[in-house]
């Protein structure tokens, strides 16, 4: 029985405490369903009248947009339809810009739907005027919009005389509702006026109330609508072939490489609520291989998720740490960090001289489910289960012989997460569990961790509209192993319990435990005029160790935060919006040493032409480092002052620019950093876009380290040398869309990065005032060089004390993504990549260009063609 709105109320809602309501009513007598084309001229939607009155909400909220908005809605037993009409007077200047799905590109229209009624997530359905679709899931409020939620639904546009239209068919299954005789969904719609770069809502919302999903207006009177159980299965095969320069005499590279491999997911809706995924022989490839990257700090890099399992409901999993308004909190710390999951076999076999070694790339992963969702009572559920697979590094020597060495065990991990809205969905509590259990470690895997747990509480509250909230979390970890296992974390650089100067850490060799606790607590103001603020307080312990399958950068901090902000309401003659803020820092760590202290003010602002420009200083006049001589002394770092600055012109211009540079400077030279990346984005036409992004990295600093050893008298020496470094980069990109559902896509970025030590010196005063007071700098005499390592004399007796190898780098990379995507129906994909690698190490005595070109141009590079097709089977 199609069903459709009668009547929708006229005028504006003044506040948004007043929303706006559609109500719904039954049709007189049963019609065929529209047909998806666009035009909207089925009789059906001559049965209902339209809906709209929409109101500017940027750049001058609250003022007649340029041009208005209106639509209908119907739904039937298993769809919900929409007409739009977007009417424009000037129709050949509707933008038409092609992209894959989730461009947001050009003029569209947007609806989100909370289906739950919860005020705090929806899903978000965007069309454009090219009839390209965009879909999210959108949780925390508006605070977080997952574009890897792909439903199926259906879309089609037309332009004609008055602007331009829609027709959208969204079925329910791909929608959550609870099974109440009568429902009430929030509902929201935007539109993207793109000529005047406008946005206009259905629902008035100011730009000062916090929040996005709490404000929609009502959908009112859906009646006996049943909740669709949602059943997928999705197989998939992938061919793959490789090609790489032949090692002679090696027999694990002779050249090339093929597999073919098969697999299937599932999606099954346990309830209209739940949903099930399952996956069996999983395809974990992604097809953009991860930005080149170089740390010299020796803390581990953080690289997104890019596997379609793990990223597709990954807000329900999520549980930063110390995310914070004012940043400089370690906010990629997370509980759960997914990639620990297949990661890269952590064991290294020791080998002979004549020996070759076959070591697998990653961990294959044996099975993996995934049960999560929101009920409509507030209860949000995520339960992850995988394992993965032992993996033997295979040896053989020059007369044949051969043996395997496991390089990962049978590991299973385990994640539960659950969280209630109650208060009006005002607040919430939460919590989180992990486990990490490794079966069977052999003797050279006995470093790994035999069990990791992990448990945290999370909550929200907030009051007065929401413009005000306080909220944290506490998290508690666990991990047992062997005594080499524990000793080896507390000896990481996470920890350093080794250090000489900490009387409140020590190394135990006897402990096969190790417990820790991390939290966060802030309040803030987010809502209700033009001032903002947060502060708050976040902490680590000593123990505390979430690396098993979470993300931690460092432990032993404790740090209080504040931000605070100001933000125009309203355009004027020179800018659209601006923002001004201030934040401030600082830390200790269990010791009760004070470690650092900084100051921020920056700026950001939209300009009457569309640029964005934004700026910022920092000074720190206090930093001590805990970590930079690798178990030594805490390391004073002299005071510094920071500046960044950023140009972007008019994004919707064929072609555009960007600019960004910042630099660092000690006060007394010890240490200077540049850092520039500038570049253009070009679209000749609608269907092809170009960008190209060079940057230059410039560091020097008089005090890096280097390497911890022993005198011959077995006395400590924290080595370390002047350094210059440059790295050089370039991310090149090539879009041609061909329509929204067959793309080609090339992407490619050289890299080097080039670092000469010198001015060797060891540190003997690690917190003295004066820079030059903190070591002793070795002389030419006290120094010889030959054949790549350093001897160094330190009492002039003709006696070598201690030696080092050279550390001059110089590490040239080339990587390249070429990637042919076709929807061939909706849900069901084939992909054509074409990936290349390029890794040397160059030399470091020549220039950079000449390094990079030499190490690439010419040399056989690391192939892989891989065909990928799944099919989506939907009941």
């Not at 064929?654 to 253009?680: C, M, P, T, W």
Request: hydrophobic content about 35%.
């Amino acid at each position: 029985m199609l069903l459709y709105f009668g009547a929708l109320a006229q005028e504006k809602a003044e506040a948004t405490k007043v929303p706006k309501k559609i109500y719904v009513t039954k049709a007189l007598e049963p019609e065929n369903p529209p047909i998806i084309d666009g035009l909207l001229d089925d009789s059906v939607w001559k049965l209902v009248e339209w809906g709209g009155d929409y109101v500017e909400f940027q750049p001058d909220e609250n003022t007649d947009p340029s041009n208005q908005t209106k639509f209908k809605i119907v739904y039937d037993d298993k769809n919900l339809y929409i007409g739009v009409r977007c009417y424009d007077s000037e129709p050949d200047k509707i933008v038409k810009r092609l992209s894959r799905r989730d461009g947001f590109d050009g003029d569209w229209v947007e609806f989100n739907i909370d289906s739950y009624h919860d005020k705090r997530t929806a899903f978000s359905f965007t069309i454009t005027a090219a009839g390209v679709k965009g879909d999210e899931f959108v949780s925390n409020n508006g605070n977080n919009w997952d574009s890897s939620w792909n439903p199926i639904w259906y879309a089609k546009t037309n332009i004609d005389d008055e602007g331009w239209t829609a027709e959208i068919r969204i079925p329910l299954s791909q929608l959550k509702f609870g099974s109440a005789d009568n429902q009430v969904w929030g509902l929201q719609s935007t539109r993207r006026f793109f000529r005047a770069e406008e946005r206009s809502l259905w629902q008035r919302k100011p730009i000062d109330q916090p929040g996005w999903v709490s404000e929609f207006g009502e959908l009112h009177g859906l009646k006996n609508i049943q909740p669709q159980k949602q059943l997928e299965i999705q197989p998939y095969t992938v061919t793959s072939g490789e090609t790489y320069e032949e090692e002679e005499g090696n027999p694990f590279r002779d050249g090339n490489e093929s597999d073919i491999t098969v697999g299937l997911d599932a999606k099954i809706g346990v309830t209209n609520d739940l949903t099930l995924d399952l996956t069996v022989n999983p395809d974990f490839g992604q097809v953009e291989a991860d930005p080149s990257a170089i740390a010299l700090d020796g803390f581990q890099i953080f690289f997104r998720e890019q596997r379609p399992f793990f990223v597709e409901n990954k807000n329900i999993f999520d549980f930063n740490l110390s995310q914070s308004e004012a940043g400089n909190t370690f906010g990629f710390d997370n509980v759960f960090y997914s990639r620990r999951i297949g990661r890269n076999p952590q064991g290294s076999p020791d080998t002979e001289d004549n020996e070759f070694m076959d070591l697998p790339a990653n961990t294959p992963i044996i099975g993996a489910a995934k049960f999560s969702g929101k009920t409509k009572n507030g209860w949000a559920i995520g339960v992850l289960e995988s394992v993965t697979a032992k993996r033997y590094a295979s040896i053989i020597d020059e007369e044949g012989n051969k043996r395997r060495e496991m390089v990962e065990p049978l590991t299973n991990y385990f994640v539960g997460r659950l969280q209630k809205d109650f208060n009006e969905r005002n607040s919430y509590i939460g919590g989180i569990f992990t486990a990490t259990n490794r079966d069977n470690l052999t003797e050279q895997l006995d470093f790994l961790h035999k069990s990791a747990f992990t448990g945290a509480i999370d909550f929200k509250h907030q009051w007065n509209n929401r413009d005000w909230y306080v909220e944290g979390n506490v998290t508690f970890s666990h991990v047992k192993g062997s005594e080499e296992a524990i000793k080896n974390t507390q000896e990481s650089i996470t920890h350093l319990f080794q250090r000489v100067d900490a009387n409140y850490v020590s190394v135990d060799s006897t402990r096969t435990e190790l417990s820790g606790t991390g939290g966060n607590l802030q309040i803030g103001k987010v809502g209700n005029g033009h001032w903002r603020f947060e502060t708050g307080g976040t902490w680590r312990s000593p123990e505390l160790e979430l690396n098993d399958v979470g993300f931690q950068r460092q432990a032993d901090d404790l740090r209080h935060y504040t931000w605070i902000g100001y933000q125009t309401l309203k355009p004027d003659s020179t800018f659209r919006r601006v923002g001004i803020n201030y934040n401030h820092w600082s830390a200790w760590d269990f010791g009760g040493n004070h470690n650092y202290l900084q100051f921020n003010t920056n700026s950001w602002q939209n300009w009457q032409n569309n640029w964005f420009s934004n700026f910022g200083f920092n000074y720190a006049p206090i930093q001590y480092d805990n970590f930079a001589l690798r178990g030594g002394p805490r390391l004073r770092q002299s005071p510094w002052i920071s500046f960044w600055n950023s140009i972007r012109t008019d994004s919707r211009k064929k072609l555009r620019f960007n600019v960004f540079h910042n630099g660092r400077k000690a006060v007394d030279n010890s240490r200077k950093s540049y850092f520039i990346e500038a570049g253009f984005v070009y679209q000749p036409v609608n269907a092809i876009r170009v960008s190209a992004f060079p940057s230059l990295r410039i560091n020097r600093d008089k005090l890096q380290y280097i390497d911890n050893l022993e005198n011959s008298d077995g006395a400590a020496r924290y080595l370390n040398g002047e350094i210059d470094q440059r790295t050089l980069s370039m991310s090149f990109r090539l879009n041609y869309t061909i329509n929204p559902n067959l793309t080609i896509q090339y992407w490619g970025q050289p890299f080097i990065s080039r670092g000469r030590y010198s001015n060797f010196k060891h540190v003997t005063d690690a917190t003295a005032n004066r820079f030059e007071n903190r070591f002793v700098q070795y002389q030419g005499s006290q120094i010889t060089f030959s054949e790549g390592t350093y001897g160094v004399d330190e009492d002039m007796d003709g006696v070598q004390d201690f030696s080092f190898d050279d550390s001059d780098f110089s590490f040239v990379q080339f990587r390249s993504n070429l990637v042919i995507r076709w929807e061939y129906i909706p849900g069901s994909e084939i992909f054509l990549v074409w990936s290349q690698d390029v890794s040397r190490d160059g030399d470091p005595t020549r220039g950079l260009l000449t390094s990079l070109g030499d190490n690439v141009f010419g040399q056989t590079p690391q192939n892989i063609f891989l065909l990928k097709a799944t099919y989506r089977f939907v009941f």
